[in-house]
């Protein structure tokens, strides 16, 4: 399987962005076979951003679904409740307006309580997709 994406980190000496690790970065780029003159896009974010589509991907994948598929109530219902119960009390109500700090840590706490108190709906789900606790 070739690969489909190259990320590097770079930092920002007051005029240009600069390679923190050039030749790991350089590295992937050949393994994406790029022909001469083919353009790419690159996007540019925050460190602290990168992270964030992860902790989506763990929250609903690992958090949300398994009690989605266990109690048969939808995403945005489990969703709403955890909200309400581990969201910081200051009129946020967004996950998007949470740093990755925050949001790492409102995870965390979610998962705390919900295999806890809902343990075999993380228990049956794991058995059937083959997940290691």
């Known amino acids: 399987m070739s690969a489909t994406h190259v990320t590097g980190v770079a930092a920002w000496d007051g005029e240009r962005l600069r390679l923190v690790d050039p030749v790991v970065f350089n590295a992937g780029m050949k393994k994406l076979k790029p022909a001469a003159g083919e353009t790419f896009v ?3 974010m925050h460190e602290e951003d990168a992270v964030r589509p992860a902790q989506y991907r763990y929250y609903f ?3 949300i679904n398994p009690l989605v598929e266990w ?3 939808n995403k945005a219902w489990w969703d709403a409740l955890l909200k309400t119960l581990f969201f910081p009390e200051d009129g946020r109500t967004s ?3 949470l ?3 925050e949001f790492a840590d409102f995870i965390s706490t979610c998962e705390e309580f919900v295999v806890v108190e809902f343990w075999e709906a993380f228990e049956s789900w794991e058995e059937r997709h083959g997940v290691a606790a």
Do not use: F, L, M, Y
């Open 42 to 44: 690159v996007t540019v």
């Open 61 to 63: 994948g690992r958090i």
């Open 71 to 73: 109690s048969g109530n």
């Open 95 to 97: 996950k998007a307006e």
């Open 99 to 101: 740093s990755s700090r």
